[in-house]
């Protein structure tokens, strides 16, 4: 508790020491990461149906750097800045695509699936669980997810969210240049869940420092970062005595779990990255040259224990967490300390319309594990190649990518990944906006002209992307050593599962016009990709928890369709994600009993909302409804005490019901300032008392989350 406080008061005293303002000119963010090539293009004659800002748009000067694309040589810099559907969600977790299983409380273990796999099987920016394999959305990944800033005056940004079962967050940032070319930013945010039960609380801390400094050329880049994440999780300890579980979600033949434990998660690190572009004049040259050196250096560590374990739990009807004897006291401990060392170049060549870029290298990694009484070390080199290239015209662009990665390592098998796609868009290019700006811009060659800004793209987009991912077991499942009394058992000689996944897709787009600072949700916007993947010697748990491995031969398969639709009336908006999947899997084989069919056939969300630019009492204004909505499935068991989720054979027929769960919204901007509230499962009760996304575990009831996010800027 003294802790919480010194860094409340310390993140205080911060904001109260950044708040100045800036100006700049407003930028319309780009959805072209692949090529890295500007939405902008500038037409022949200005249209005349166009809508335009007749009057400068002054916005504070703070731009956040992305190391990996100023190594790509590509647009590195966007705005500060934050839009409305930024605060659709206050978890992060519902702002990822995919299907989650939960434990009905943020910042808890989840599991999240992609294409019927697990997402840690496709790139992703989150930071994956070095000791057991899966993404990590409430940790802040060292290399992808802290941010570097470069801004003229401090910049302070902060957001706080308010809700039922005593839920707090709050989530700030101060950046400050101390000279022109050397920044400084600090982050803080504390996630705090008492939850609806005893012994049910969540607490968790995500700390990060960033300093970016670069040359007057930018020839030279360094990023210096360093996190401290810190996670605290209880786990069903029963109900509060005047709250009565089985009433409370109309499941009357559900126990209540009695045990009162505890599992923290540490991860702390630091890291030093610096580039250097070898040409001098690669403004006025197609070719450019670049060369990357990355030292990283964290520590990961998970503990577990249990003070208050009943006899009991055997009369249970299912083994709550079957991996822990029935002793008084249970405590399990794992560490990883990690080391990498990075060496890369990178090459682009742009001339006229057409681009191309490559990258690669070689990386050293050196892991240590400790146990209780037991360690393991692990040597691991990677070879990695990348590259896209493409073209841009005004009525047509095309690109492609590739990404390839080698890596041996002394205490798992090899692992390969390769990733290879592109996109083509094409039909009468749709200029959205432009801006016109009458301000003088200190960049701008002749003050007298207006600035324009155009804002444009190709309506029709068909794209594909190709998967094969080799990827080791986790650590858990290979080498684990229980602490005594605990019956789990890891497998060394697990094989590789590998992954083949496929996805092809068509998409239009529309206009997406503007009013004030932010443009409306481009529509009719319509998508719908076909995706098949299959994974070979895949890992999974019995009902008893035994580490099982498919046999050779037997795959587990899925394959769907996802559509995606946004259709404009007046200023009512109709948006829609959903997927229709299925799976199959060897008849009378284990990966058939213990491992299909753990996730819905048909899920996703629909919302029907309200936006416009013109209200009085606000900037910026969306309200509406979301429905959350899945098919039933047969849901599996989570243990505590490893972190893990298994099968379930009892067929609770609950877990095979579908639900449905409706949202109310509110999101305003008013000057600087965007309020957000929201009404979750606001139809609790109403025909289904309440549903689960894992057995024992109720998802989160009606509850209202309120909040706020204000840049400081004078």
Not at 366 to 383: I, L, M, S
Not at 391 to 400: A, D, I, R, S, T
Not at 650 to 655: C, G, I, V
Not at 698 to 705: M, V
Request: aromatic share 16%; charged share 20%.
């Amino acid at each position: 508790m003294k802790k919480a406080w010194l860094i409340s008061i310390l993140f205080i005293i911060l904001l109260a020491g950044g708040a100045e303002s800036a100006f700049s000119q407003i930028k319309i963010p780009s959805d072209d990461a692949k090529s890295g090539q500007s939405a902008t293009l500038e037409p022949d004659s200005l249209p005349s149906n166009l809508d335009t800002a007749k009057k400068a748009v002054i916005l504070p000067n703070t731009e956040t750097v992305s190391p990996e694309l100023f190594f790509r040589m590509v647009n590195y810099r966007s705005p500060a800045r934050a839009y409305l559907p930024d605060f659709q969600y206050y978890d992060e977790l519902e702002r990822l695509p995919g299907f989650s299983v939960t434990l009905g409380q943020t910042g808890k273990p989840y599991r999240r699936y992609l294409y019927g796999v697990q997402s840690a099987f496709f790139p992703s920016q989150h930071y994956i669980n070095p000791i057991l394999g899966t993404e990590e959305a409430y940790v802040r990944n060292l290399e992808t997810e802290v941010p570097f800033y470069d801004t003229h005056t401090p910049f302070v940004n902060v957001r706080y969210d308010q809700g039922g079962r005593n839920l707090n967050i709050i989530d700030g940032v101060v950046s400050a240049n101390a000279t022109p070319f050397v920044n400084v930013a600090v982050g803080y945010k504390h996630r705090r869940v008492k939850g609806a039960y005893v012994n049910n609380e969540t607490d968790q801390y995500n700390l990060f420092f960033s300093n970016h400094i670069h040359t007057f050329n930018n020839r030279y880049q360094l990023f210096f970062s360093a996190v401290y994440n810190e996670q605290k999780d209880q786990f069903n300890g029963g109900t509060y005595s005047n709250e009565i579980y089985e009433n409370s979600w109309g499941k009357a033949f559900q126990p209540v779990l009695l045990s009162g434990n505890l599992n923290r998660r540490f991860h702390r690190g630091a890291r030093l990255l610096q580039m250097f572009r070898v040409n001098k004049d690669s403004s006025h040259s197609p070719h450019k040259f670049q060369i990357l050196a990355d030292i990283l250096a964290d520590k990961y560590d998970m503990k577990f224990e249990d003070a208050t374990f009943p006899q009991e739990r055997n009369s249970l009807p299912v083994p709550a967490y079957v991996t822990i004897t029935d002793t008084n006291s249970v405590n399990e401990y794992i560490l990883m300390n990690h080391f990498s060392a990075k060496g890369a170049a990178s090459y682009r060549f742009e001339k006229g319309d057409f681009y191309l870029g490559a990258r690669g290298g070689i990386q050293y990694q050196y892991a240590e594990y400790k146990q209780v009484g037991a360690g393991n070390f692990d040597n691991r080199v990677t070879n990695f190649v990348a590259g896209e290239a493409g073209f841009v015209g005004k009525p047509l662009e095309v690109n492609g990518y590739l990404d390839f990665k080698n890596t041996l390592s002394t205490l798992f098998p090899g692992e390969n990944l390769l990733h290879v796609g592109g996109n083509l868009k094409l039909g009468p290019r749709i200029y959205d906006h432009v801006l016109v700006r009458e301000k003088v811009l200190k960049d701008q060659e002749d003050p007298e002209e207006p600035w324009y800004e155009y804002v444009s793209h190709l309506p029709i987009e068909l794209n594909a992307e190709y998967l094969v991912n080799s990827r080791n077991p986790s650590y858990f499942q290979m080498f684990y050593v229980p602490a005594y009394g605990n019956t789990f058992q890891s497998v060394p000689t697990l094989r590789n599962p590998l992954l083949n996944h496929l996805k092809v897709g068509a998409s239009f787009t529309g206009r997406s016009t503007l009013k004030g600072e932010e443009p409306y949700p481009a529509s009719p916007m319509f998508g719908l990709n076909v995706f098949f993947s299959s994974l070979e010697n895949a890992v999974f748990y019995d009902d008893s928890m035994l580490v099982l491995q498919a046999l050779p031969g037997n795959v587990l398969s899925w394959s769907g369709v996802e559509v995606n639709f946004r259709i404009r009336f007046g200023k009512f908006y109709l948006q829609n994600q959903s997927t229709i999947q299925g799976s199959k899997a060897p008849a009378g084989s284990n990966l058939e009993i213990y491992y299909n069919k753990y996730i819905p056939n048909f899920f996703g969300k629909t919302a029907f909302f309200f936006e416009t630019r013109e209200a009085k009492i606000a900037k910026a204004m969306r309200i509406g409804l979301e429905m959350h909505y899945r098919t039933g499935y047969r849901a599996m068991y989570f243990d505590s005490g490893t972190q893990e989720w298994y099968a379930q054979l009892d067929n609770l027929p609950n877990y095979y019901t579908g639900y449905a769960r409706l949202d109310a919204f509110i999101n305003l901007q008013i000057k600087r300032v965007h309020l957000h509230f929201r009404l979750i499962n606001a139809t609790e009760g109403l025909g289904v008392p309440g549903y689960y996304d894992t057995p024992y575990h109720p998802a989160l009831g009606r509850t209202f989350i309120l909040g706020l996010n204000w840049n400081f800027f004078d």
